[in-house]
Nanobody
Framework: QVQLVESGGGLVQAGGSLRLSCAAS????????MGWYRQAPGKQRELVAV???????NYADSVKGRFTISRSNARNTVYLQMNSLKPEDTAVYYC?????????WGQGTQVTVSS
């Protein structure tokens, strides 16, 4: 099994930047998809960005051009660089790992963007 621990959340003013990290408890080599999702109060969890083990990425339309997902297999870590943050980006951000039928989530990290 893989355990995920997110970090890097916090409070930032609109227009600012944050970088989230998701550290896996073991190697992330192999066929898998890792991603970031978010959930704002009163809303459903939604996809932010995903990256495959081959490096293919996909983004929600709302973050395209502002957020960048990347991964370091050597460090067993996935990152989410968030620039030009908006108040509507405020949410708990969750890391996800999927490989075959295995699917696991981190505990989440809060991102708050003030106007």
């Amino acid at each position: 099994q893989v355990q995920l621990v997110e970090s890097g959340g916090g409070l930032v003013q609109a227009g600012g930047s944050l970088r989230l990290s998701c550290a896996a408890s073991r190697s992330i080599l192999g066929i898998n998809v890792m991603g970031w999702y978010r959930q704002a109060p009163g809303k459903q969890r939604e996809l932010v960005a995903v990256i495959t083990s081959g490096g293919t990425t996909n983004y929600a339309d709302s973050v395209k051009g502002r957020f960048t997902i990347s991964r370091s297999n050597a460090r067993n870590t996935v990152y989410l660089q968030m620039n030009s943050l908006k108040p509507e980006d405020t949410a708990v951000y969750y890391c996800n790992y999927q490989s075959g039928s295995f699917d696991t989530w981190g505990q989440g990290t809060q991102v708050t963007v003030s106007s």
